[in-house]
């Protein structure tokens, strides 16, 4: 263990033990700033006033009770804390207990005179880091296969699956739900001109506009190439609109500008809404394609919602989710 100063709660209620905690610190060589407690009450408190690195607590029920102490700093800290157990003899069944919990070490009382609480904290504090480490890379793994590597949006493939969840709440519970997709116009000529490197600057600029445009609630991804898509959960198709004409004017007002090159930027976007005769979240994506080639066969440049057909006997047969990710080509995992 580095030689560095922990800070180091410590939740104990018999007065009598705190000089020989504090002396076995001091035996061991540990370089701490220590505050005593004598109930989870008063542990609760001093959490909430500043971080600690470590916890050493004792089990004395009904002031200290280690169970409810693991619960509380699991259910109120957005931060781990290693905790040890000072028990005494009797008490191991709690002990057994409490790890189950998650408490990372323990030591009798009776051992606080022979035992170097050094390698106890030690072990501790490295046990926590490793799992720490570990938890880190897991949510690098889980956000590498979320995200698409360029713009650190949704990708392709969380995009339909979030589409499938959303189209099975709002058909569910009869909630709104509408679908923004954005192609760029002429982007391919920024490709040919500038490269590709300045066409993935184009990506990550527009891709931030999204992010200043829409709301926190609503799910933006790359749905492929230069082409994004937006789920709007509880939002009818005026108000997508609305939203689809303010990334328009946004992205219009916004050219890509390379040296002393100005690019100007646009966008064809097509929208579609849930209404009660979609059968499948299949259909509602090929409506928002059907908008988005409207607006692209109408000039581009535009914001483009079809309105469904009421006649029963025009509607599409259903189109699987899973089948559009089999077929799909533009898959950016």
């Not at 219009?252 to 097509?270: E, H, M, R, W, Y």
Request: charged share 30%; net charge neutral.
């Amino acid at each position: 263990m580095e030689k560095e100063i922990l800070t180091i709660l410590i939740i104990n209620p018999h007065r009598g033990d705190h000089q020989l905690i504090k002396e076995s610190l001091t035996r061991s060589k540990i370089a701490a700033k220590i505050k005593f407690v004598l109930s989870n009450a008063e542990a609760v408190r001093a959490l909430a006033q500043r971080r600690f690195d470590l916890i050493i607590t004792d089990h004395s029920p009904p002031e200290v009770n280690v169970m409810t102490l693991l619960l509380i700093l699991k259910r109120n800290l957005d931060y781990e804390i290693p905790v040890i157990v000072i028990s005494r003899e009797g008490n191991i069944e709690v002990v057994r207990e409490a790890f189950k919990l998650g408490v990372d070490d323990y030591i009798l009382k009776e051992e606080l005179d022979t035992v170097a609480l050094f390698h106890i904290i030690g072990t501790a504090l490295e046990k926590r880091k490793m799992r720490d480490e570990l938890l880190a890379a897991q949510k690098r793994l889980k956000e590498m296969a979320e995200k698409d590597g360029l713009t650190n949006l949704y990708n392709h493939r969380w995009f339909l699956e979030g589409l499938e969840k959303e189209f099975a709440r709002s058909k569910r519970y009869w909630r709104p739900l509408s679908l923004v997709m954005i192609d760029l116009d002429g982007f391919k000529m920024i490709n040919d001109t500038c490269g590709h490197p300045k066409g993935d600057q184009v990506l990550i600029n527009v891709a931030e506009m999204l992010r200043e445009t829409v709301r926190s609630v609503d799910s933006i991804a790359r749905y492929g190439g230069d082409e994004f898509s937006v789920l709007l959960p509880e939002t009818d198709a005026k108000s997508a609109c609305r939203l689809g004409e303010r990334i328009l004017k946004k992205i219009k007002n916004t050219p890509f500008v390379d040296q002393k090159k100005i690019f100007p930027l646009s966008a064809s976007i097509g929208i579609a809404s849930f209404h009660p005769r979609l059968t499948s979240a299949g259909n509602f994506l090929r409506e928002a394609d059907q908008s988005l080639y409207q607006a692209k066969k109408d000039g581009r440049g535009m914001v483009v919602y079809l309105k469904p057909a009421v006649e029963e006997d025009q509607l599409e047969l259903p189109i699987s989710i899973a089948a559009l990710r089999n077929d799909s080509k533009n898959d950016l995992n």
